[in-house]
């Protein structure tokens, strides 16, 4: 109470904090650096026969797959994405161990769009995350789309799960993309995440940032998986900066 007393007689005060914790938020855009709300729009997810469903439809049947699990292309380290940034393997591999806990309590949910904040609103709740493992450099796993009773006996549309599950089932791609909080930095000429990133969550969204990075039937996915190695074995952008801090450091 002394303190929003004291807030009461000094509004400029009150104004700058509020401005300073907007700050705190703010997305950071492709090509910026700084601090802020990370958000990579990484994969499709779409389902290998649409047609089936859709005969099944025809034929009067209404067959709901429960759960409605798909598999997904998650994100990749060391890979410049659409927005120009590289997830060092480092500090994508420490915040997927950190998520696994989260997997494990079933508590690794997304929502449908982006939202522009750091925390996660459960009416919006489209997915839970169900499995995640590295393929080289490629996070790959398994979520299950969040579907009501109503839809799956009568497809009648009511939860944000239910919305993703009637787009997929018509055989339209959707993206997963990821949301955290951390720094970006500017390091020879690439922009670089920062060791602070804190993974928040993968939401559903219309359109992908990380090449290659699709949601499907496994042998579907296996084309967009990446190994640490190249084919003419040159070293990767981390190892350069190592190699250039050693460099210094001697």
Same mark, same amino acid.
């Given at each position: 109470?002394?303190?929003?007393?004291?807030?009461?007689?000094?509004?400029?005060?009150?104004?700058?904090?509020?401005?300073?914790?907007?700050?705190e938020?703010?997305?950071?855009?492709?090509?910026?650096?700084?601090?802020?709300?990370?958000?990579?729009?990484?994969?499709?997810?779409?389902?290998?026969?649409p047609?089936?469903?859709?005969?099944?439809?025809e034929?009067?049947?209404?067959n709901?797959?429960?759960p409605?699990v798909?598999?997904?292309?998650?994100?990749?380290f060391g890979?410049k994405?659409?927005?120009? !940034?590289?997830?060092?393997?480092?500090?994508?591999?420490?915040?997927?161990?950190?998520?696994?806990?989260?997997i494990?309590?079933?508590?690794?949910?997304?929502?449908?769009?982006?939202?522009a904040?750091?925390?996660?609103?459960?009416? !919006?709740?489209?997915?839970?995350?169900? @499995?995640?493992?590295?393929?080289?450099?490629?996070?790959?796993?398994?979520?299950?789309?969040?579907t009501?009773?109503?839809?799956?006996?009568?497809?009648?549309?009511?939860?944000?799960?239910? @919305?993703?599950?009637?787009?997929?089932?018509?055989?339209?791609?959707?993206g997963?993309?990821? !949301?955290?909080?951390?720094?970006?930095?500017?390091k020879?000429g690439?922009?670089?995440?920062?060791?602070d990133?804190?993974l928040?969550c993968w939401?559903?969204?219309?359109?992908?940032?990380?090449?290659?990075?699709f949601?499907?039937?496994?042998? @579907?996915?296996?084309?967009?998986?990446?190994?640490?190695?190249?084919?003419?074995?040159?070293?990767?952008?981390?190892?350069?900066?190592?190699?250039?801090?050693n460099?210094l450091?001697?």
């Amino acid at each position: 109470m002394l303190i929003y007393k004291y807030l009461e007689k000094d509004k400029y005060l009150l104004i700058k904090i509020i401005t300073m914790k907007k700050a705190e938020l703010e997305i950071i855009k492709e090509g910026k650096t700084g601090h802020g709300i990370l958000i990579e729009q990484d994969g499709y997810m779409f389902i290998k026969n649409p047609q089936v469903i859709k005969e099944s439809l025809e034929a009067g049947e209404w067959n709901v797959p429960y759960p409605f699990v798909v598999d997904a292309v998650f994100q990749k380290f060391g890979v410049k994405n659409a927005n120009g !940034r590289i997830y060092p393997e480092e500090v994508l591999k420490k915040q997927v161990e950190l998520y696994q806990e989260k997997i494990n309590d079933r508590r690794a949910m997304g929502e449908l769009n982006h939202p522009a904040e750091s925390t996660i609103d459960l009416g !919006r709740i489209a997915i839970n995350i169900i @499995e995640l493992h590295w393929e080289g450099r490629t996070l790959v796993g398994k979520l299950e789309i969040n579907t009501s009773y109503g839809f799956r006996k009568y497809g009648i549309v009511t939860t944000r799960g239910d @919305e993703m599950a009637n787009l997929l089932m018509n055989g339209l791609k959707i993206g997963v993309s990821s !949301r955290g909080v951390g720094s970006v930095e500017q390091k020879l000429g690439q922009y670089i995440v920062g060791d602070d990133f804190e993974l928040i969550c993968w939401d559903v969204v219309s359109d992908p940032s990380t090449p290659g990075a699709f949601i499907g039937q496994p042998e @579907e996915l296996q084309q967009y998986v990446e190994t640490n190695t190249t084919t003419n074995d040159k070293p990767s952008l981390n190892e350069k900066i190592s190699r250039i801090k050693n460099i210094l450091n001697s």
